[in-house]
């Protein structure tokens, strides 16, 4: 059972549906106590960072998070739920992120139309079971104004051009802990082969 | 690089496509979720659906069809027409829709943006403008004094100036604009292209061009003249005088970076 943890930020149906059609099995929920019995946890999410550490602290999120991921059960944030692992973000204030990959989130600079919003291509860094059968320049669909700037390059596994270096994914093959930037249940036949890749592992 | 989108617009009436010209005149085009499939087939890069004639009582209808598609299509789409309050927002996005497109309202209640965008996030909210050029259009003013904003399909003016009330959307959080030149919708003129770049040029946020396309050349004016980050157009698409397909291969080969 894929847990979708809905923190009450976003809309979480599509991400849900994509399981579905994929034929998995998928929920989305707002209990911690779920988590126990899943296989697979997605953090999904849109609006603002403060807001969404705030809400996730709130309904007892954090620990239950940690723990997964520590524990080395197959993880996958999206969108937010990508810019929550870092350490902290600039957006409306300074965030404290949950910190489980170094590095921070902050704004685009100008000189370019924000949000980052539309289709880019994603280039790999290195190959990892969540992209298998993906090829570098696959397009997918973005939606941010703030960026993660991850101080690891071992953590980045892809990246999009905007004007300047983006990461766009990160992950951590041998924890199966993963999360992207873009939206994978709205980006097409790329975005369902990465959700799938990451229902089988 | 990002892609420029090419946007295909629903009109919707009852739950079904229609395509009206200048408004008027609708006739009947399809079925929605076939035609959301169809394009995104095509390898379309969002959807826009409107529902042209929504009333309070036709709310259910348009949550229904947000349910349909988002439970089939897998690429953004947008939903607008009769979205009034901040709780038209929540259903609407509740119901599976990436964006809302909020017209009127952001007019007669300009906080109906604010609290929605700081509660949902700015990447789903748009603020469509309506604009029509002043009666004295001087190209020499630039790109403030020039054009009106309108309401009510281009029928009543508002005394707003389109540049200004472009920049004051942005202010109050919206994501992008859908913009939309009443003097050259249904024409099959091309865009405003002036209108355009003088919104695109003075906002940090995306703008939707639309209104006027009538051949695949209207599109890329639109996105290289016009700097618009995104075309949308209803009638060539629909009447199969192009598809998606066509009109990417076409704006791949005069250079432009679009999603294949």
């Not at chain 2, 009330?165 to 939309?180: C, H, P, S």
């Not at chain 2, 091309?190 to 906002?203: H, I």
Request: aromatic share 8%.
């Amino acid at each position: 059972m894929i847990n979708i943890i809905d923190f009450k930020m976003g809309n979480l149906r599509s991400v849900e549906k994509a399981f579905l059609h994929l034929g998995f099995e998928a929920r989305i929920s707002q209990d911690p106590a779920d988590i126990g019995s899943a296989s697979h946890l997605v953090l999904p999410g849109d609006g603002a960072f403060g807001r969404s550490m705030e809400h996730i602290a709130a309904m007892g999120f954090e620990q239950p998070v940690r723990g997964w991921i520590a524990a080395g059960m197959p993880f996958l944030g999206i969108c937010v739920g990508f810019q929550l692992l870092f350490e902290r973000s600039d957006e409306m204030g300074e965030h404290r992120g949950l910190g489980i990959v170094p590095g921070n989130v902050q704004k685009f600079p100008p000189g370019r139309k924000i949000p980052h919003m539309g289709w880019n291509q994603v280039d790999w860094k290195r190959e990892s079971p969540l992209v298998e059968g993906i090829g570098d320049g696959a397009w997918f669909y973005f939606v941010h104004s703030y960026f993660a700037k991850p101080s690891r390059e071992q953590d980045v596994l892809g990246v999009t051009d905007y004007g300047m270096e983006v990461a766009a994914v990160v992950g951590d093959d041998a924890k199966k802990a993963y999360a992207v930037q873009f939206h994978p249940e709205k980006s097409q036949a790329a975005g369902l082969k990465l959700l799938e890749n990451f229902a089988n592992m | 690089m990002l892609a420029k989108r090419i946007i295909p617009c629903l009109d919707i009436d009852k739950g079904r496509v229609v395509k009206g010209v200048q408004f008027v005149n609708l006739i009947d085009a399809g079925d929605p979720v076939e035609q959301a499939r169809y394009y995104e087939e095509q390898k379309a890069d969002e959807l826009v659906f409107l529902d042209i004639t929504a009333s309070h009582e036709k709310r259910e209808t348009v949550l229904e069809l947000a349910r349909r598609v988002s439970d089939e299509v897998f690429i953004p789409f947008t939903i607008g027409g009769g979205i009034r309050t901040v709780d038209d927002v929540r259903l609407m996005l509740k119901s599976g829709a990436d964006k809302v497109s909020i017209n009127t309202a952001a007019i007669n209640d300009p906080t109906v943006v604010t609290t929605s965008a700081q509660r949902f996030g700015s990447q789903c909210i748009v603020v469509a403008i309506d604009a029509k050029r002043r009666a004295d259009f001087d190209p020499a003013r630039g790109a403030l004094g020039n054009w009106e904003v309108y309401t009510h399909g281009g029928r009543n003016p508002t005394g707003l100036d389109a540049v200004k009330w472009a920049i004051r959307i942005q202010q109050l959080g919206a994501g992008e604009i859908l913009l939309t030149s009443m003097d050259r919708d249904g024409s099959k003129e091309g865009f405003d292209l002036e209108l355009t770049a003088a919104v695109s040029e003075n906002l940090e946020i995306p703008v939707i061009a639309s209104g006027g396309v009538g051949n695949l050349e209207h599109l890329y004016d639109g996105l290289v003249k016009g700097k618009a980050d995104a075309v949308l157009a209803a009638s060539i698409f629909h009447f199969r005088e192009y598809s998606v397909t066509e009109a990417k291969n076409f704006l791949a080969k005069k250079g432009v970076c679009v999603r294949k």
